[in-house]
């Protein structure tokens, strides 16, 4: 599904974002990206969305070289990718159907197909029941539910979130990461970075972790520091 070929990334100020990063996420994987602040993880999404190229490298998704990618492809790549982020990024002056709608009408899904649609990925995440409501009128975790709804709208092949669960509380980050673990289930790819350390400890995925623009780290059923997921951590024998 991804890519990355000595995928090197150097913004025009001159700052070494990603140096050497090389790895690959086949369909269906389930993914954590973790670092410290700087270290490079929004940097990949970027490259991934292709809001960013490689200096050096390349980046493929689904097959495709999207860091050689025409300027004109990038809105179809951007089809089969559903965004998360950490502040939601609903419209305010867009109720509930509006907003996840809305993003089915920037691809022309014709309105019946649309209408069905919106009521299904409402279903999945829970909040059919708010289809009327404002963003302001919802807690976090709902509005980040939204969002998600909206994510699945076009049934993007590869869901990419950059810390969402960075504004919730822990329980409701826990809801949240069983919904993105749902839906994953269900064939999506899902790529997380995150700086939550209980909930990767906890989930027992694959987890990349960067440091200073290069992958330190990428091991399969793991958590947030090594040590956390040690075979005998959870039940104290030996
Ligand atoms: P993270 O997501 O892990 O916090 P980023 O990928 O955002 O890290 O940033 C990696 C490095 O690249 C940081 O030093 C950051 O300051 C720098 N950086 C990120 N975006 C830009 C940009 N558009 N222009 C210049 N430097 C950037």
Known sequence: MIRFDNV???????????????????DGEFLFIIGKSGSGKSTIIKLITREEKPTQGFVFVDRFPISKMQRSLIPVLRRHIGMIFQDFRL???????????????????????????????????????KAAAMPQELSGGEQQRVAIARAMVNDPKLILADEPT??????????????????????????????????????????????AGRIIRDDMDSGYTVCAVAPHAEGGKS
Request: one cysteine or more; proline letters at 2%; glycine letters at 6%.
């Open 8 to 26: 090197h990334k150097t913004y025009k100020t001159g700052t070494d974002a990603l140096r050497g990063v090389s790895f690959k996420v086949e």
């Open 91 to 129: 419209i305010e002056s867009k109720n509930v159907f509006e907003n996840i709608a809305f993003a089915g009408e920037l691809v022309g899904m014709p309105r019946k197909k649309l209408i069905q649609t919106v009521d299904i990925v409402l279903s999945v995440v829970g909040l059919r029941n």
């Open 166 to 211: 960075g504004n919730l509380d822990p329980q409701t980050s826990e809801s949240i990461m069983a919904l993105l673990e749902e839906i994953n289930r269900n064939g999506t790819t899902v790529v997380i970075c995150t700086h939550d350390s209980n909930l990767v400890d906890r989930m027992k995925k694959r987890v990349i972790e960067i440091e």
